[in-house]
Every structure is written in C-alpha cells, then in structure tokens.
C-alpha cells in the first residue's frame, strides 16, 4: 500500500477528544508533521475539558456523546474535507452493575458500539465522496475474546471491530483508508487503580506514536503494544472448554 503522510494542510476531526489516548495522539501528529497547517476540530461531552483543550491546541471544539439522536451526530461534523479522523471513545463500565443493571449494560453498549454508528457513518459518507481519508477507530483486544472481568465492553468492542472490518473493505476502493486500533493495557485514567502487568502495559504517548507511524502505512489493523498481537493469537487458540475455567480470564 502507498504511504500516506498528510501535505502543507490537513483536517483532523477528534471524536472523544479528552481521552488521554487521543491528546497524546493530535499532539504526535502535530510533532511528527511539524510544517503541516493542522486544522483541527475537537468533539467530546465534557465541554469545559474541550474548551481548554482547544485553547492549547489553537482550534475549535463542539460538544458530542454517544446519546445524541442520529440527527445531532450528524451536525456535529465540521464544514470541509475530513483528512484524518480519530475516534476515542470508549467505556469500560462496571462490569458488576452491568451484570445487575440492564441501563449499565445498555451505557457499555452505547457508548463502545451503537451510539458511535451515525457519526462514524457520516464521517465515511464525506470521506468516501471526497476520495480520501483516514479513519482511525480505537477498538480493543478486549473484542477478541468474551472474558468474564469485562464481557459487555469486550462485547460492544467485538462489534466495532467487525463493523470496521466491513467498512475497510466497502471503502478501499474509494481511495479510504480505515485503521482499527487494538490497544492492551494503556496507563489512562480508564483502568485508574487497577493493578496491571507491567511489561504489557503502555503508556498514551507510546499508542500515539504507533498510531501515526501506523496511519501513514496505511495499516488496516494495528495492535499496540506489538505484544498484544502475539498474545491474543494465544488466547484465540484456547479451547472453549478449557478457557471457562480459566480464573485469570
Ligand atoms: N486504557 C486502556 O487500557 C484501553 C485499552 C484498550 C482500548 N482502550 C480504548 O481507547 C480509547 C480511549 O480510551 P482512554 O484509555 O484514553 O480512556 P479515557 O481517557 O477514559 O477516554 C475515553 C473517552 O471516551 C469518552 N466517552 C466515554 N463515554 C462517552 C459517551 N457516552 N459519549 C461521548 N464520549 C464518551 C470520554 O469522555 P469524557 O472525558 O467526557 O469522560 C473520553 O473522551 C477508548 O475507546 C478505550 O475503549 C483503552
């Protein structure tokens, strides 16, 4: 595949932008592409976090979340070409409530699978009749395989996932690219005060860095850290019979 890396302008649309992934990421791109005149727009719900991110990176922000109608979404979307968008939202969720609650279950749901389809559609419609276009969807390896710890997450990641596999294929010819991004463990307030393995567990600036290097390959599927590929790959070859009893999981 042709490298792709971004002329004297670009447009990066952000979708979750206070996620800590996605910060460390807009500021990747602008680092790495340091003569790009980067035009971009920041979309998340916490409006006050979102004006001040938008004052440090000197660009304009609207308000979005997952519960929106269809309608809203849509209008979320900035005037223009859409060169790159990054999509970051995601929530974990208290699998426990989740599992006594069906309005948490449903909240998982929302926000990791069906409430991301208008704007993600949108945002594939205007790429597809412009002829180009990166979209980059943070999914999970989470979505690999049900795991009893986190099963409506890994669920709705499960559906991004396939989603985006279909609309890489839809898109390809329409000169759109589409990455779907499998982080493991990323030091982020997400998994705050969890107690993770240290040698596979990253910090945001090291996704960042794999996501644009990623972007301009023109990778279909990037797993980060580079471990997560192998592991997974494992713990697919698990017999059903035996991965049920299997406490870890
Ligand atoms: N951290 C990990 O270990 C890990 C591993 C695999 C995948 N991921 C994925 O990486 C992505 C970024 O996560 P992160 O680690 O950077 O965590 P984060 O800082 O908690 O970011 C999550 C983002 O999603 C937004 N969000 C949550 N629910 C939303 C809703 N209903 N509507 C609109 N926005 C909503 C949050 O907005 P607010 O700021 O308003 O809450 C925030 O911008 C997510 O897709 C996550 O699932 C993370």
């Excluded at 991004?181 to 945001?204: D, E, F, N, Q, W």
Aim: glycine fraction near 6%; aromatic fraction near 10%.
């Amino acid at each position: 595949m042709r490298k792709q890396v971004p002329g004297a302008a670009a447009s990066l649309l952000v979708i979750g932008a206070t996620s800590e992934i996605a910060v460390a990421t807009v500021k990747e791109f602008i680092a790495r592409y340091p003569k790009t005149s980067w035009q971009i727009h920041l979309l998340g719900r916490n409006d006050a976090a979102l004006a001040q991110l938008a004052a440090d990176f000197h660009c304009s922000w609207g308000h979005y979340d997952t519960s929106m109608t269809p309608e809203e979404q849509q209008a979320c979307l900035p005037e223009g070409a859409i060169d790159y968008c990054l999509c970051a939202v995601g929530y974990l969720g208290p699998q426990f409530v989740a599992e006594h609650e069906p309005h948490e279950a449903a909240l998982i749901t929302t926000a990791n699978y069906t409430g991301l389809l208008p704007i993600l559609d949108a945002v594939a419609l205007r790429m597809e009749a412009a002829g180009h276009g990166s979209l980059l969807v943070i999914s999970s390896v989470a979505g690999e395989r049900g795991r009893r710890s986190n099963y409506y997450y890994g669920a709705a990641k499960a559906a991004l996932t396939a989603y985006l596999s279909g609309l890489r294929c839809r898109l390809l010819p329409h000169g759109v690219h589409v990455m779907t991004i499998k982080p493991g463990y990323v030091l982020t307030r997400m998994v705050a005060g969890r107690k993770l393995p240290p040698y596979i567990s990253a910090r945001p600036q090291t996704i960042a860095r794999d996501i644009v290097t990623a972007t301009a390959q023109r990778q279909p599927v990037l797993y980060t850290m580079w471990a997560w590929r192998f592991i997974m790959a494992f713990t697919r070859l698990i017999p059903e019979r035996i991965f049920m009893h299997l406490r870890k999981f």
